[in-house]
């Protein structure tokens, strides 16, 4: 029997030849380089691949995945990503991306020891925590995931726009930011209206000298 790992080198052989049955020229056009418009921040759950998701090819999505979808001033990670899909990528959009049953949401809910995984979903508990009356009006634990899921994409953009790096970029150029939820259930994006084009959305404390 092959090793279970032997099927993503052969999918990997079968993709490679669609990519060229569909256009002989697809790798070469790739290898020149990328130039996205977007930066997708989502979760590292499989279920949740960007581009597939969003029916888009190779090269047109910059991506960082973590556990939630989190945006931490003190991720090095992140902010690395973040520093050179804007300044030398030139994004023009930053989706932060969520989905409903996401197991780290759920995680942060309860008070089960998970291990070192709990120090990152900390986050999240602070989210509930300035958000409990919210919650505890919700009776329907389904219901309340689905909320704390949409509170924690609405606060993981709020936090991109008080990184020094986007305003920074809003002091020269557009950048948007955008909130959005994936449906594992039915496959759609919920997009929660959460766009930040510039600081004024930011209380004062935020709000670097750079931007204007």
């Known amino acids: ?6 099927k993503l080198l052969e999918g990997n052989k079968l993709f490679a030849k669609t990519m060229l049955l569909q256009d002989p020229d697809f790798f ?3 290898s020149v380089g990328q130039k996205p418009d977007y930066l997708w921040i989502g979760c590292s759950d499989s279920r949740v691949p960007a581009n597939e998701i ?4 190779s090269g047109e999505i910059f991506v960082h995945r973590n556990i939630a979808n989190l945006v931490v001033h ?5 902010l690395s990503v973040l520093e050179y899909a804007v300044k030398f990528l030139n994004v023009r959009h930053i989706i932060v991306c969520g989905h409903y049953g996401c197991g780290g949401v759920k995680a942060a809910m309860t008070n089960t020891y998970h291990g070192f995984v709990d120090n990152w979903l900390r986050n999240i508990k602070d989210i509930i925590h300035t958000n409990q009356a919210l919650l ?4 329907d634990q389904a219901e309340k995931e689905d909320k704390l899921t949409e509170l924690n994409v609405i606060e993981q953009v709020r936090n991109l726009a008080k990184t020094t790096i986007v305003q920074e970029a809003w002091a020269e150029r557009e950048l948007h930011l955008h909130g959005w939820v994936y449906g594992v259930h039915n496959g759609l994006v ?3 209206s959460v766009i930040h084009n510039g600081g004024e959305d930011i209380d004062p404390i935020y ?3 750079m931007y204007k």
């Open 136 to 139: 505890d009006a919700i009776t």
């Open 74 to 78: 003190t991720d090095s990670n992140l």
């Open 190 to 192: 919920k997009d929660l």
């Open 28 to 30: 070469n056009k790739l």
């Open 1 to 6: 029997m092959k090793d279970s790992y032997q």
């Open 207 to 209: 709000r670097f000298e």
């Open 54 to 57: 969003t029916n888009t090819q």
